[in-house]
Structures are given as structure tokens and as C-alpha cells.
């Protein structure tokens, strides 16, 4: 068990829906990262906070956004989905924002239909 | 070309087999992660390199930093080990991964 924690596990909905990945990190990891794993792109980076801020930013559509709040869970919003955006979505946390081990969630199957 | 290759994509072995997993970059890296994917989708974090040599249990990971080169190997591999094994690397913020090498180790 990693630590991580993340809700929903599985999630189908329609296109033009909006929908809230949720993610929990480890106790005493102050960053978060998210990524996107799809059949055609493999993992990519999304997003990164540290400590509630915003970090670094990847691959993200303008459609998707992302925010750490003060109790350091974080939450990805995606929005006007597509059918391209079904995907595994991860949450990752490491202690520090810079070259720390990683620790993954289980992640959020997302089904657009 | 991507900036992460991976190879073998694909390797099938026989029980005990000694496993080894290439990763090549071709940019600057601050460390590189290797990665484990079992078949239900979840991911665990096996090794994390800036430099060296890193061993536990079964698996050994090392990095060449002048060659731009890390290599994973398993030894005495067991079916368990069947996974897709990925190789992430670290760019300023950001981690690039490869597309994965797909193992499965027959009894």
C-alpha cells in the first residue's frame, strides 16, 4: 500500500460532462503530481504542486484543471470531456517538489461514452 | 524518436531466468525512476537513480550517466515478476516515460 489514495476507482459518463478525480497523498508528502495514461500516449505528465502551489505544468489540456488545497489532498477537474480523454488518471506524491522517490495511487479509470 | 527507448517492448522468459531491461534518454536527466505496472493497472515505484548501482531482493538497477543508459535486471525471475516495466526520467520538473516493456515469465 503506497498511501495514496484515490476516488473514484472507475468513473463513466458522457462526452461534454465534467468530472473530479480525487487524491489523497501519502502522510507527510507535500507534493502531488498527476498523470494521464491512454492507450495511444502511454504515461504523461500532467501537473505538479507542491505545498499547494502549482509547480510545473506538462501536457495539459485547457479543458483540465487541477488545484492542492490547504489540507494537501488535490483535485483534477476535467471538463466538455471527449471520447480521447478516457484514460488512466494517477496521482503520484513525494515528500519534496525535486528528485524524490514517488509514490502512486491506484488510479481513476475514466470511461468517456 | 522518443526521448525515452525502451527495449525489449515485448519479453517472454522461463521461471529463474536472469531478466535484464534497457532504458537509453537522450537529453539531460536529473535522476531516473523505474517503474512497475502489474496487470491491474496500478503502479509501484522500484528504484530511483542519479548515479550508480541500486539493489533490492531480486532486482538490480544501474545508470550511466555518460552513456545516457540505465539497465533493470531480475534475478531467479518468478511468474510474479510478470509486469510492464517502465522507465521514467526526470527533466528539470518533469518526468518523461518510456512506452514500456511488457514482461511475462512462464512457469
Known amino acids: 500500500d503506497s498511501g495514496v489514495t484515490q476516488t473514484p476507482k472507475h468513473l463513466i459518463t458522457a462526452t461534454g460532462q465534467r468530472v473530479t478525480l480525487r487524491c489523497s497523498p501519502r502522510s507527510g508528502d507535500l507534493s502531488v503530481y498527476w498523470y494521464q495514461q491512454s492507450l495511444d500516449q502511454g504515461l504523461q505528465f500532467l501537473i505538479q504542486?507542491?505545498?499547494?502551489?502549482?509547480?510545473a505544468k506538462g501536457n495539459i489540456l485547457e479543458r483540465f484543471s487541477a488545484q492542492q488545497f490547504p489540507d494537501l489532498h488535490s483535485e483534477l477537474n476535467l471538463s466538455s470531456l471527449e471520447l480521447g480523454d478516457s484514460a488512466l488518471y494517477f496521482c503520484?506524491?513525494?515528500?519534496?517538489?525535486?528528485?524524490?522517490?514517488?509514490?502512486f495511487g491506484n488510479g481513476t479509470r475514466l470511461t468517456v461514452t | 524518436k522518443n526521448e525515452v527507448e525502451q527495449s525489449p517492448q515485448n519479453l517472454t522468459a522461463q521461471e529463474g531466468e536472469f531478466i535484464t531491461i534497457n532504458c537509453s534518454y537522450s537529453?539531460?536527466?536529473?535522476?531516473l525512476h523505474w517503474l512497475q505496472q502489474h496487470p491491474g493497472g496500478g503502479i509501484v515505484s522500484l528504484f530511483m537513480l542519479s548515479s550508480g548501482k541500486k539493489k533490492h531482493g531480486r532486482l538490480i538497477a544501474t545508470i550511466n550517466i555518460q552513456e545516457k543508459h540505465s539497465s533493470l535486471h531480475i534475478t531467479a525471475s518468478h511468474p510474479r515478476d510478470s509486469a510492464v516495466y517502465i522507465c521514467?526520467?526526470?527533466?528539470?520538473?518533469?518526468?518523461?516515460f518510456g512506452q514500456g516493456t511488457r514482461l511475462t515469465i512462464n512457469p
Open positions: 537529453v539531460g536527466i536529473s535522476a
Open positions: 504542486y507542491y505545498n499547494g502551489e502549482e509547480r
Open positions: 521514467a526520467v526526470r527533466r528539470a520538473q518533469k518526468l518523461v
Open positions: 503520484a506524491s513525494s515528500p519534496r517538489p525535486d528528485n524524490s522517490p514517488l509514490h
